[in-house]
């Protein structure tokens, strides 16, 4: 049986973002500035789980979707909530990346809802004010993990 795993890392003013099925690893990752700090947890876990097989894939603005053991993924990068019927498509869990606009999220079927280190604090809180219960914080409760 194939192990699978997919974190969303807390990193400041970044978005790291590792799938792990067996030994390789699928990375999506989006950096504000030209720092390699963000990379440190990421390297850190990918040798600690013994990863020889690393795609990277850079964000841009938009919506990326990818699958894991089943487990579907939606990544939002710096784009707005509007431009996508999201509330149509089936996703268990939506990454918030580079300050997406997210009007309308209350309204999303999602397990949940992750924001990570790459948003500003005005993104976070408007989040936080809509007291939606499947919201996770990677600045505040640290990396996001789904096993399966």
């Known amino acids: 049986m194939k192990e699978s ?3 969303v890392f807390h990193a400041t003013n970044a978005s790291v973002i ?4 067996d030994k390789s690893t699928t990375s999506f990752s989006f950096c ?16 600690h789980n013994g990863i020889k097989h690393i795609k990277e894939n850079k ?4 919506l990326y979707y990818f699958e894991n053991a089943g487990q579907k993924f939606g990544v939002l990068c710096g784009d707005t909530l509007l431009n996508y019927e999201l509330e149509r498509v089936e996703l268990d869990y939506l990454v918030l990346s580079n300050n997406a606009y997210v009007k309308g999220i209350d309204k999303l079927k999602v397990k949940t809802i992750v924001a990570d280190g790459s948003n500003s604090y005005k993104t ?3 989040l936080k ?7 996770w914080i990677t600045k505040e409760q640290g990396a996001f993990i789904v096993n399966e």
């Open 129 to 135: 004010k809509k007291q939606l219960a499947n919201l």
């Open 5 to 7: 795993k997919t974190i």
């Open 124 to 126: 976070i809180n408007y």
């Open 32 to 47: 504000k500035e030209q720092a390699n700090q963000f990379f440190s947890s990421a390297v850190q876990n990918r040798m």
């Open 18 to 21: 590792d799938t792990y099925v």
């Open 59 to 62: 964000l841009q603005t938009g």
